[in-house]
C-alpha cells in the first residue's frame, strides 16, 4: 500500500509539473507576440522622429526667410526643394530635380543651390522673406522623403 501511494504522488507531481510548464510556454508566447508589437511601434515612432524636421513642413504656412532656411539646412541632403512665387509659377527646383507624379516624387538630377536669384529682389525667382508659402511633403514608392514643394500664396 505504501508503494501504491507513492506511485499516485509521484504520477500527480509530474501531472502538475507538466501543467505549470505548458502554463509558462503559453506566457512565453504571449509574451513574445506582445514584445514583437512593442518593437514594430518603436521602430515606426523613430523613423517619424528622423523625418520629423522635414514633416513639418507637410501643410505648415511659412514665411520666405523660413523657406530660404530650409534651402540652406537641406542643402547637403538628397532632397529637391521646389519655390513657386507668384512671379514664378512653374517653380523652381533646388538641391535636387524630382519628378512628381500622383503625389510620389523621384530624384532626377542634382539642381545648382544658386540662392543669388532668390535673393535679388528684381528676379523672378525672389523668394520674398516676408510673403507667405505653404509646404507640401512629397515621397518616393518606399516611403522616403525625396521633395518639400513651397509655393507662395
Not at 56 to 63: A, F, N, P, R
Not at 121 to 148: D, L, S
Request: hydrophobic content about 40%.
Amino acid at each position: 500500500m505504501d508503494n501504491s501511494i507513492k506511485a499516485i504522488i509521484i504520477g500527480a507531481s509530474v501531472v502538475i509539473c507538466l501543467v505549470i510548464v505548458s502554463i509558462g510556454f503559453l506566457v512565453l508566447r504571449q509574451g513574445q507576440d506582445t514584445a514583437k508589437v512593442a518593437v514594430n511601434k518603436i521602430d515606426q515612432m523613430n523613423g517619424d522622429l528622423k523625418d520629423s524636421d522635414k514633416t513639418m513642413y507637410d501643410g505648415l504656412e511659412v514665411s520666405g526667410s523660413e523657406v530660404v532656411n530650409a534651402l540652406n539646412k537641406f542643402k547637403k541632403e538628397n532632397i529637391g526643394i521646389q519655390v513657386k512665387t507668384s512671379k514664378d509659377a512653374s517653380g523652381t527646383w533646388y538641391i535636387y530635380n524630382v519628378t512628381l507624379a500622383s503625389d510620389i516624387g523621384n530624384l532626377a538630377a542634382a539642381a545648382p543651390l544658386n540662392l543669388t536669384d532668390a535673393l535679388n529682389e528684381t528676379h523672378n525667382r525672389y523668394i520674398n522673406p516676408n510673403g507667405r508659402f505653404t509646404g507640401k511633403v512629397y515621397r518616393n514608392e518606399n516611403g522616403v522623403i525625396t521633395a518639400i514643394s513651397f509655393t507662395q500664396k
